[in-house]
């Protein structure tokens, strides 16, 4: 008689929680957990474990659900914590499982060993373990699951010991249902409803966690019975609204005074799904007095540390639904829409001139992946989002290496769907062994490169608060298009305005993973 062993048990598991496909980097220690693997799982491969754990990131956010992430050890572990850092502030629902030696060597800290390998990832994960024994792996791994999924989501992490997998076990793998979302306490959702009726110029606040529970249509019907202005939080990871709508008003920047100053219009802010608020500068306003505020959030510590306003703990849909079952329709004058800057001419070939083309380019349906902090603002003005089902990602931790692999996991995740990532000269190098991957998964991909020579992130910033003469910040030299080449995607460059619209036009055609090397000029814009 075949003995069951923690491995048959674990991919049991595996099977009825979907999670067959597997990002990965291989180590020695994962050989227990790899080998004799299964046909109906995929592993994604990935040349470096930050690259891999990004990808991952953006594979999770488009779908949606929960991924598995196997990663070597301590080395390994290390070198994904940046993107680990990510998923957390992505909120997205992963499991890393990583591999840890034998037993028996753990004591005499060994080569490959993790010492305390549960620490390791904190604070930066939801939940830690490594298994007592090799039998209650698949119960950790369950209870895994649960926590990661489980509102607000996030990262976990589970450290398995390599001879772990070859045990035999005859417990039982409970595989149960996902824990759902939860509603506001019906107080809370009257008190909110009694201030919107009082209120006459209300506003709504949105954030990533809006797309992120798949309440953007919820949000437009919400918006829309009470005439109220829509706001992007400070720093959002995702696109929670249509920037093409009448009500409509922008993106707040993570300073205090910027949301003060645009907010100030408005007797009532809700805010829905997102910090209230992340602020990345101090330009010494002091506490600027913001409107009333009543933030809606899933996250008990976001409601815990916001300064002010009345907190209600809902997941977004749910507490979208609440109010949307008792507001009343406004009789309010909606707001004005939004006036965007004029569409830049192509003299130059600046980053305006890139989104704007872009957007005239792009399909309706194409998920645009981004990480080109020194563009940003130009993105927002230019490349508006319009999609109600997650449309954009970005990386909310600042945390560089999300766009590159970011591209391919939310290709792998959503082959209906044309993805495009734009990503800054910088950026790009954190994680463009993804590139790789993208050629071996075959995927039609499109990679644009924003190059301007610079972190210009950094040097923008650094002139805005009086640094001079910074070190490290002048970039060039690499010649992106030659780089996609080499690890199997196709490569071009664009330097010239000209070259532009036919140089995307083909890009965005061909069933090729594409990367466009666009030399841009260097921009004087603030980032805030």
């Not at 010991?161 to 509603?183: K, Y």
């Amino acid at each position: 008689m075949i003995k069951r062993t923690v491995l048959d048990a674990t991919r049991e598991l595996l099977r009825e929680l979907g999670l067959t496909t597997v990002f990965g980097n291989p180590g020695t220690t994962e050989v227990p957990f790899l080998t004799d693997w299964p046909d109906d799982f995929d592993y994604v491969l990935g040349l470096q474990e930050s690259a891999v754990v990004a990808m991952a990131d953006a594979y999770a956010q488009a779908t949606r659900r929960a991924v598995l992430v196997n990663l070597h050890s301590a080395g390994g572990v290390g070198h994904g914590l940046g993107s680990l850092f990510t998923a957390y502030r992505n909120r997205t629902p992963m499991i890393v499982v990583a591999g840890q030696q034998i037993r028996s060597l753990i004591p005499h800290e060994p080569f490959l060993g993790a010492m305390e390998a549960p620490e390791f990832p904190k604070p930066y994960v939801k939940w830690s373990i490594e298994p007592a024994s090799a039998e209650d792996v698949p119960a950790a791994l369950a209870r895994a699951y649960h926590v990661a999924t489980q509102a607000p989501s996030g990262p976990v992490f589970v450290s398995v010991p390599a001879d772990d997998w070859s045990a035999t076990t005859e417990r039982p793998v409970v595989s149960r249902p996902r824990i759902r979302g939860f509603a506001p306490d019906p107080e809370a959702v009257d008190e909110l409803t009694a201030a919107l009726e009082a209120a006459e110029r209300p506003a709504i606040v949105v954030g990533g966690a809006v797309d992120q529970d798949g309440a953007v249509v919820e949000t437009v019907a919400l918006a829309e019975r009470l005439n109220a202005a829509v706001w992007v939080a400070p720093m959002s990871y995702r696109c929670s609204f249509p920037e093409d709508h009448p009500l409509f008003q922008g993106f707040l920047d993570p300073e205090r005074g910027a949301v003060a100053d645009a907010l100030a219009r408005h007797d009532l802010v809700v805010v829905l799904g997102a910090p209230a608020f992340t602020y990345h500068v101090d330009r010494g306003r002091g506490e600027t007095p913001l409107p009333p505020l009543f933030i809606v959030s899933d996250d008990e510590q976001i409601l815990a540390r916001a300064f002010e306003g009345t907190g209600i703990r809902a997941t977004p849909k749910l507490g979208i639904r609440a109010l949307l079952n008792v507001v009343e329709r406004s009789t309010r004058p909606a707001p004005a829409p939004r006036q965007r800057p004029a569409k830049p001419g192509g003299e130059t070939l600046t980053g305006e001139f890139v989104y704007s083309t872009l957007a005239d380019l792009l399909p309706d349906n194409a998920l645009v992946v981004e990480e080109a902090p020194s563009h940003r603002g130009i993105l927002h003005d230019h490349l508006p989002i319009t999609a109600t089902d997650t449309g954009f990602l970005t990386m909310a931790s600042g945390t560089l290496g999300y766009g590159v692999p970011g591209v391919v996991g939310a290709a792998l995740a959503r082959p209906d769907r044309k993805v495009v990532g734009v990503i800054g000269d910088g950026s790009s190098m954190y994680g463009i062994q993804a590139l790789w991957t993208a050629a071996r998964e075959e995927l039609p991909v499109t990679f644009v490169i924003l190059d301007n020579s610079e972190y210009a992130a950094v040097r923008i910033l650094g002139d805005a608060i009086g640094g001079a003469k910074l070190p490290g910040t002048e970039l060039g030299g690499i010649g992106f298009a030659a780089l996609a080449e080499s690890m199997g995607c196709h490569g071009v460059t664009i330097t010239e305005p000209s070259d532009l619209v036919p140089g995307l036009t083909a890009a965005l055609a061909d069933p090729r993973p594409t990367l466009v090397h666009v030399r841009v000029a260097a921009s004087s814009r603030s980032l805030y």
